[in-house]
């Protein structure tokens, strides 16, 4: 198991460094080696840093600082790559609130040699509120979290994910376990269970999940040769025969990214959701006042939450939360902890599909005839899996690989992205080269036909055959089932069959040809179709 792997290295390398520390004759002295980081946690991946500090009382001698830097040199003639540190007792406090990652760093501090009162004391201190309080360790590592995600472009989902630093990879698992250090005195997030702020179910998905990354992580450390975070296209053929998916094909990589992918959004759902429990425990919070929105939601401290545990035994109030969050969009952040919960446990208890439900139905519809239902309302049901658990086609298509040179995003990020940029456009775009296409898209009166057909419109990938002319099926059966007029549904099929005309022919054919742009003119027939493609 990966668990143990990584903790048998870390036990390797205890050994290796106690042994190099006796040989440097440090034994025996007021000095301490300490490991922190991964290394403290006893996770060590195969070319991670071995992350250590040295510890001492009083100031050190020249024969000491000299059997110091003995022992690294040692360190590195044999080829580890270290992250290492020096620091007098005295100096750890001050170290530790001028930079927050330090204080991180420490809070994982594992006593090797030396006096191990040294790691006792520095844990002490970081525990009580001297330092850190509970209040400012939390917004620090919240923003922290957040600056993270941002650099990523605010996804984990790219072709080529970082395991460490997006959303929903190792450092959001980290970021609780430091929480739950800091807040609990705890060593790992099983106090979490204690304390009521997680059911055993979350804990068993969020460990597997952590596992199955790591496994990962180890398979892409040996394909590269090297420490590395990002899973580069270029690795991902070794990374998936390495996992046991199978040899060198499209097939074995896609099998490998799905799991991933799911772990990631199973790590970021519950990441959110305890740190949100985190905030309400830990911050004092003066905007908590609750605003009522009906008999099943309210908006309490900018977070929708539901009313009753029992609010969606009805499922049309499955899709309803986010109509609520359409319509109040410049008031929420987001979906309360509790609430994720409850749509967390519906979720697993679906027997078909959302869709099934005629209500739903209705509802799903009213989201996409929302001036705003393309915004956060969008956003949070796909992060939520509610787009996957409404349309059958959504859900074969999460973290669908798309082996190309035009695309950056699996299908269904891709996707959320489309219809993302084309809600965008109904405001004020600030890039200049968007004021025609938002011109265009503003003339356009019917603008759910064209978001339906936007959602479709790569939905039918990964099947074999023509995805434009499957997914023109796949469209025309839904604008039925849904209820929509011929007409609607037509347009929609016509706009899915043909979404990459103009960019096929703009790339393949001679455009200052008069004939050629003749041909084309005809193939579309109007202006209003023109402007919906």
Known sequence: AIDEIVKLRADFFDSLLQHLWACAELNNQNISLNAVG?????????????????????????EQEQQIGQFFTQLWDIGLELGH????????????????????????????????????????????????????????????????????????????????????????????????????????????????????????ELLESQHFIWRVRWALHAAAQRSENRLLIALQSDVARLMGFGDNSHFAIEKMMRQLYRAMRRISELNQMLLQYFKDEILVQADKKSTPLNQHFEINGRMI?????DVFVDRKQLIALFIHIAENANDIDGISPQTIRLIRQVRRRLLGDLQDFHRCRKEFLALFRHPQGMGLALSLMH???ILASYLPQWREICGQMQFDLYHVYPVDEHTHKLLKNLYALSGRPENPSLVQPATVYKSIENKEVLLLAALFHDLAKGRGGDHSELGAVDALQFAKFHELKPSQAK????????????????????????????NLAKAIGTKARLDAL
């Not at 991964?38 to 020249?62: A, E, N």
């Not at 347009?491 to 003749?518: C, F, G, M, T, W």
Request: with cysteine.
């Open 38 to 62: 991964g290394y403290g946690r006893q996770t060590l991946h195969l070319h991670s840093d071995i992350d250590i500090c040295v510890l001492f009382d009083d100031k050190l001698s020249v």
């Open 85 to 204: 540190s020096v620091l007098a007792l005295d100096d750890t406090d001050s170290a530790c609130k001028e930079d927050i990652t330090v204080a991180t760093s420490l809070f994982e501090i594992r006593h090797l040699s030396g006096p191990d009162s040294h790691a006792t004391q520095v844990l002490s201190r970081l525990y009580g509120d001297d330092l850190w309080s509970s209040e400012a360790f939390f917004k620090a590592k919240f923003s922290e979290q957040d600056e993270r995600h941002q650099k990523a472009q605010g996804s984990a989902f790219s072709l080529e994910p970082n395991l460490k630093n997006s959303p929903g990879g190792m450092r959001d698992i980290q970021t609780l376990i430091w929480m739950t250090r800091k807040y609990f005195a705890a060593q790992d997030m099983a106090a979490l269970r204690r304390f009521g702020f997680f059911t055993p179910d979350e804990h068993a």
């Open 305 to 309: 939450n539901a009313r009753h545990e």
């Open 383 to 385: 992060k939520h899996g």
């Open 491 to 518: 347009v929609i099929a016509r706009l899915v069959e043909n979404h990459l005309l103009l960019s096929l022919s703009s790339q393949r054919l001679d455009i200052y040809d008069p004939s050629e742009v003749k």
